[in-house]
């Protein structure tokens, strides 16, 4: 699959688009070609590798034998680069000691179908072809699709959709065609990540485990490639959620995931914050300040859960702690009103209670949910405070009432140390069942002068957690299961009832390792780094929670989008992690807390962004952290 928004490219690993499935190019969600196979002497050549070379950016290398009497080699190498934008260039390589006369075939097709009906099984039939221009051209009730090819075909067949070429080839000589696939009457696709204003800085990572710096490298890579620009604002950039599902924006994930780049600096955040800012629910309704987005299913103990309630709760996080990295103040005062009105919707509809309940009438009251309220409200009054706005007073108010009232009726005591509920039904029942939900109750925010934000458990409360998510029936060994392989309903491919979801392991790295639980940090790290490999370091969102075993490898979610922008930032954060990077840039000072015992090794993270200039750090196999390269005037916090 190679990615570059708006631009996107399937095929199996033999190259060939065959028409069958998802294969095709597309553009914008519409696939303007789902067959392209080429023949060469009548045949097909035999695939003998494809690799990705870049996000956007395939090569697929087949061999055969044109020469009668030339033995078990071959003497033709065929290679196909392919990208997302829409080109492909088939090259022919010849190693055979005399000249060959080549006839070069490539058959051509597509439905111009919506992704979304390829997907649901209702993609039309192949449209009729015409000649072009040195092509072939599809017309249908909402658009056409073209390709161009260079050099022009000596023969181009509409009703077999067949271009033709006879080629020359001398001893050692080579071969080339270039096709080009565009929407009728567009230009070029230009993906927004290959633009030389990508906000995400190119960082780099070396040490003991060349796994790290492959994964920084790739997630990088995957982030640029699902870039999207905000049509009315072309200057704002944020994420799409994941190809090939869900290649628009998801507001939730968009905000997540801008939050775990905050190394590579703030510009993708601040062009996430305007973009949301303007969906942001006007007028003075129970919904007024929330950020919309749609239901997500929420696994068989609860109800479908609100991305509008997680992303309206993400937003004055994501600015409070984009501040701490270096978001200059004027960005900061252009997006606070946005980031206030979410406070008040807290606020607002907590009312006279303590918990905050899902919108839905007689919807449970979730304890994730609880932990992002608790989060949100802190750092909103942190970034209230700081920018001389009323308000986080009583924010931290709640805050204390909400910590105090959830340690009791959130804490299920068994035989086993007890355990966080997932939620309370209306009716006040706990949902007991542990799932990599609970992960989120160790994520409590970054506030000023290197210190996190208390979280809603007390000490004993979050050992008991770090025990039980560090344990086997929570740590599959390739990651973090999103329901612990005990509980009634357990799944390894369930979304959320037992799959891996690669963002909810690295918040559990992360709030392990910055709550001072490095065995269990260290072993989810471990397993998320020997996941990333075997995947060739393009992460799925999610993959099969089966146990790690000997010789074994972990199994792929038929439905995850990959790449996939929170599995993608996972790659960021948890090198990041390691090193315990802890900026405040307004009070110009970074506080580094490694994790000691070193699971990877030495470590250097290079090409970082603090208060907007490069900042590296160096973490030894002691676990001892230096910094070798940060802003002038930067100092190391305590």
């Known amino acids: 699959m190679c990615v570059g928004l708006p631009g996107l490219a399937i095929s199996t690993e033999q190259g060939q688009m065959t028409g069958q499935g998802l294969e095709g190019f597309y553009r914008a969600g519409r696939r303007l ?56 260039r088939i090259t022919l390589h010849s190693t055979a000691l005399r000249p060959l006369r080549v006839p070069v075939e490539v058959a051509l097709g597509t439905d111009l179908a919506e992704l979304g009906a390829i997907a649901s099984g209702a993609a039309p039939p192949e449209l009729a072809a015409s000649v072009g221009d040195s092509g072939l051209r599809w017309s249908g009730p909402t658009g ?22 006879e080629f020359e080839l001398p001893p050692g000589g080579s071969r080339s065609v270039e096709l080009r696939v565009r929407p009728e009457g567009a230009g070029p696709v230009r993906a927004v990540g290959r633009a030389a204003a990508s906000p995400l800085a190119p960082a780099q990572a070396s040490g003991d485990d060349p796994r790290v710096q492959q994964l920084l490298l790739t997630s990088v890579e995957d982030l640029n490639a699902l870039l999207l620009r905000d049509p009315a604002h ?39 914050l305007r973009t949301l800012a303007r969906t942001q629910l006007p007028g003075t309704g129970p919904q007024s300040g929330m950020i919309p987005g749609p239901r997500r299913d929420a696994g068989t103990h609860l109800p479908p859960g609100c991305t509008g309630t997680e992303a309206t709760l993400h937003f004055p996080v994501l600015l409070a702690e984009a501040r701490r990295w270096g978001l200059p103040d004027s960005e900061t005062e252009e997006m606070l009103p946005a980031a206030e009105r979410c406070l008040t919707w807290l606020r607002t509809t907590v009312g ?50 909400l910590r105090t009232a959830f340690r009791e009726a959130f804490w299920i005591d068994d035989l086993g140390g007890g355990r966080p509920a997932a939620a309370r039904a209306a009716d006040g029942t706990p949902v007991p069942h542990l799932g990599a939900g609970a992960a989120h109750l160790l994520d409590t925010g970054l506030l ?34 999103g329901l612990a392989a005990k509980e009634a309903g357990y799944n390894p491919f369930g979304h959320r009832t037992g799959a891996v979801r690669v963002h909810e392991t690295a918040i559990a790295v992360a709030g392990l390792a910055a709550a001072g639980y490095e065995k269990e940090a260290s072993a989810l790290l471990r397993g998320a780094l020997s996941a990333a490999e075997a995947f060739g370091y393009r992460l799925p969102e999610m993959y099969a929670g089966e146990q790690r075993t000997d010789g074994s490898a972990p199994l792929p979610h038929p439905a ?79």
Do not use: N
């Open 560 to 638: 995850a989008c990959r790449p996939a922008a929170t599995a993608a930032a996972a790659g960021v954060l948890l090198p990041v992690a390691l090193a315990g990077i802890r900026p405040d840039a307004p009070a110009g000072t970074v506080t580094l807390r490694p994790v000691h015992c070193a699971p990877v090794g030495e470590i250097v993270l290079t090409g970082l962004r603090i208060a907007g200039a490069p900042f590296s750090v160096r973490v030894s196999r002691l676990g001892l952290a230096m910094v070798e390269e940060a802003a002038d005037g930067l100092q190391l916090g305590v």
């Open 352 to 401: 006279d209670g303590t918990y905050l309940s899902d919108p839905h009438p007689g919807g449970p009251v979730r304890c994730e949910t609880q932990a992002h309220a608790h989060r949100a409200a802190l750092l909103g009054a942190d970034l209230l405070d700081a920018c001389g706005r009323p308000g986080g007073t009583e924010l931290r108010q709640w805050a204390q009432a």
């Open 144 to 165: 056409g699709s073209t390709v161009t090819a260079d050099p022009p075909p000596a023969d181009a067949l509409a009703s077999a959709g067949l271009l033709r070429w």
């Open 234 to 272: 072309p200057s704002d950039l944020h994420l799409a959620a994941g190809a090939p599902w869900r290649c628009g924006p998801a507001p939730a994930d968009a905000l997540a995931a801008a939050r775990m780049t905050l190394p590579l600096g703030t510009r993708l955040a601040a062009g996430t």
């Open 448 to 481: 000023g002068g290197g210190e996190l934000a208390p979280g809603l458990l007390d000490k004993v409360q979050t050992e008991q957690l770090a025990r039980l998510l560090g344990g086997p029936a929570m740590d599959s060994g390739w990651g973090l299961r």
């Open 33 to 88: 070609l789902s067959r392209c196979r080429v023949r060469v002497s009548g045949r097909e050549p035999l695939a003998v590798q494809a690799r990705m070379t870049a996000a956007d950016r395939a090569r697929f290398v087949g061999t055969l034998r044109a020469s009668p009497h030339s033995g078990p080699d071959p003497d033709i190498v065929v290679e196909r680069i392919r990208q997302a934008d829409g080109t492909e």
